[in-house]
């Protein structure tokens, strides 16, 4: 193998593993940094564990409306496994949902909202 196809293998490399740890470190920031957090009390409606590839939990919040207002849905995705068991066996009861919003995910592997519920807190009729 001549010099200059070595040089221009090396440089393709360093290139690629440059590109790699580039992304890796936008994903990590992206998962660590919250862009907002906050909380949304609701009925729990639904919970699931979704994805071909990238298995995520999934759950549904049906928020509480005004009288005569439509109800509305708050979409979320769970990251922590206890968290999703505790949501799990409060299916139908009132909570509270204490959420981060990371914005930015390149994927839908890291769950398929942008809202990641990390406590709850079920709430007394």
């Given at each position: 193998m001549?010099?200059t196809?070595k040089?221009?293998?090396?440089y ?5 593993i ?5 992304f ?5 920031l992206?998962?660590?940094w919250s862009?907002s957090s ?11 564990l979704k ?10 919040l ?5 009288p ?6 708050f ?9 999703a ?7 139908g009861?009132?909570v ?10 390149p994927?839908s592997?890291?769950?398929e909202t942008?809202?990641?519920v ?8």
């Open positions: 001549s010099q196809r040089s221009v293998v090396f393709a490399l360093a290139f690629v440059a590109v790699a740890v580039l890796a470190g936008y994903v990590a992206a998962l660590s862009y906050g909380e949304r009390a609701g009925f729990l409606q639904k919970m699931s994805g071909w590839v990238c298995k995520t939990w999934e759950g549904e049906s928020l509480i409306a005004i005569g207002a439509a109800p509305e849905k979409l979320f995705s769970v990251r922590d496994g206890l968290v068991k505790r949501l799990e066996a409060s299916m009861k009132r509270t949902l204490q959420y981060e919003q990371h914005k930015g995910l994927s592997c890291f769950g942008e809202y990641f990390v406590d709850l807190k079920e709430v007394s009729p």
